[in-house]
């Protein structure tokens, strides 16, 4: 039997607090997430109560900027097959108030080095996979910023 | 609650068991917890199993089935690494709520060589972050851990590598160690890295083991010894809002909650240990356990291994039975496994690796995502 329609390829976020624009990439990618208005506390995400505090009503989204620097790392030379290693995996605090786990490009996975921390980085995001059904797959990493 | 003692204890060496299955690992620790207590399994009002990869296989009920079913409640528990400290704790409040007088806590766990790295799979690998998002993967995780220590403090590589230096020293003396193999300092620091700042020998194998021990009220355990080991605190914890978590996992926070309940209902402080078992998963975890169960101040638990005074003979000797690192981690067992660690030195039966006088000791294990479990115990 033929092929009736090709289904539209979509381009869709690795996680979901990474938001892609209909018009990606023209437009950027983003992190978001909410904000409790009782407490202030962020997260990534979507949610349905305060984490800190249990608030449930009063949650608002919030869009993150991609700036910010490292708080620590580590250096993962033995991952899961398939991979490319030594990669550095860092937590990134987000001078918006969040913390990303990311990966972070320009600097010597060979010499971990404590000039390392709080390291000013700046997001990028990219295709890094396609799924079973054909979608691209984006996901954002972080580059040393100069 | 009542007073609880632990009367038996037991567990197999740790190790590699492809020929037997999970079943005859914890029925074996169970026949021999059973044996050390001279008691037999109609003597148990209830049994809590802990076991993790196979959680949702009624564990317990097919160890009742090998070692005697006698149709007691069984509780099959699932809690990340505490999982058979977990189990322990159920067996300790079903007896010291009076509800039953005797209970059996069993831990196993059969892991072949899946290890840390096995975990995951299922759903579509475009969608996996490992690699592309930073790191999930538990050596990378405890990695993390140890390199905001040395951001904080300054704490370096070398005094990190100096912990599996200790716990591999102390692991030759233990005839239940998966590993019984001195690692010189140099071997430490020039093995493959696994994730900065944790080498291979920094790192604890994967294995199979099980271990068990029997729990009963003060009145029972006066009928089966004269040595009872009292436990003097059995605390469970998750852990609380904390703004990096779980982002970066904040394995501190959730063990200084226990510990300061530990000390308290125990009545005691760090400095009344004569022991401690705690959960040494990868050598930077034993670096910041020093801290969260106050063994030492802020800052001080670089300084504390420098001085050795965690080795046995020293001010507070920290994992004597080799600890994860040497000893091994099958999962679920792990947790009673620290527990009978303690009672054999509380008994003055640990052989060459006794810490002479035992009297007080401390069992530590942490699930990330996150369990703490901290037993204390007495004779
Ligand atoms: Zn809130």
């Known amino acids: ?146 | 609650m009542r007073d609880v003692a632990v009367v038996g204890v037991n567990m197999i060496k740790f190790g590699r068991y492809p020929e037997k299955d999970v079943v005859e690992l914890a029925s074996e620790a169970s026949i021999a917890a059973l044996k050390d207590a001279g008691c037999s399994i109609k003597d148990i009002e209830l049994v809590a199993s802990g076991n993790l990869y196979q959680s949702n296989a009624m564990i317990g009920q097919r160890v009742m089935k090998e070692i005697g079913a006698t149709g007691i409640p069984v509780i099959n528990v699932a809690n990340a690494c505490a999982t058979g400290s977990t189990a322990f704790r159920e067996a300790y409040y079903s007896v010291a709520s009076g509800a039953y007088d005797t209970a059996m806590a069993v831990g196993s766990e059969q892991m072949g060589k899946m290890g840390l790295l096995g975990a995951g799979g299922g759903g579509d690998r475009a969608y996996s972050t490992e690699g592309i998002m930073g790191t999930g993967l538990m050596p990378g995780v405890f990695g993390q851990a140890g390199v905001e220590h040395m951001r904080k403090y300054g704490t370096t590589q070398e005094q990190i590598a100096k912990i599996a230096v200790k716990n591999h020293e102390h692991g030759v003396l233990n005839p239940h160690a998966q590993y019984r193999k001195e690692t010189p300092l140099e071997d430490v620091l020039n093995a493959r890295v696994i994730a900065w700042p944790n080498t291979l020998y920094m790192c604890c194998p994967t294995g199979d083991g099980a271990a068990a021990a029997i729990l009963m009220s003060a009145e029972k355990a006066k009928k089966y010894t004269t040595k009872p080991v009292w436990v003097a605190a059995s605390i469970l914890t998750s852990d609380p809002y904390q703004e990096r978590n779980p982002t970066m996992f904040d394995i501190n926070t959730v063990t200084r909650n226990a510990a300061k309940q530990a000390y308290e209902t125990a009545g005691i402080g760090p400095e009344d240990l004569d022991m401690v078992e705690l959960h040494d998963c990868f050598a930077t975890a034993e670096l910041l356990h020093y801290e969260n169960l106050f063994l030492c101040g802020e800052g001080e638990a670089g300084k504390l291994i420098d001085d050795k005074e965690t080795y046995n003979g020293g001010k507070i000797p920290v994992n004597v039975s080799g600890g994860l690192l040497s000893k091994g981690h099958p999962l679920g067992a792990t947790g009673v496994a620290n527990i009978t660690e303690i009672v054999w030195h509380l008994r003055e039966e640990a052989g060459d690796r006794q810490v002479k006088g035992a009297k007080t000791g401390l069992a530590h294990v942490i699930g990330l995502g996150s369990a703490c479990t901290i037993n204390v115990l007495k004779r």
């Open chain 1, 1 to 146: 039997m033929a092929q009736e329609t090709a289904t539209e390829k979509k381009t869709n976020p690795i996680v979901k607090f990474l938001r892609i624009p209909e018009n990606y990439p023209d437009e950027a990618a983003y992190f978001w997430g909410m904000q409790c208005g009782a407490c202030d506390a962020k997260f990534l995400g979507a949610r349905l109560a305060c984490g800190k505090c249990g608030e449930t009503d009063k949650l608002s989204e919030v869009k993150y900027g991609g700036d910010g620097e490292i708080y620590v790392f580590s250096v993962v030379h033995q991952t899961v097959p398939g991979l490319e290693a030594p990669y550095v995996g860092a937590i990134i605090d987000l001078d918006d108030g969040v913390s990303i786990r990311a990966n972070v490009y320009g600097l010597d996975p060979e010499k971990p080095d404590s000039s390392w921390f709080g390291k000013r980085v700046k997001m990028f995001t990219e295709v890094t996979a396609q799924d079973r059904d054909g979608n691209d797959v984006v996901a954002a990493k972080f580059k040393v910023q100069e």
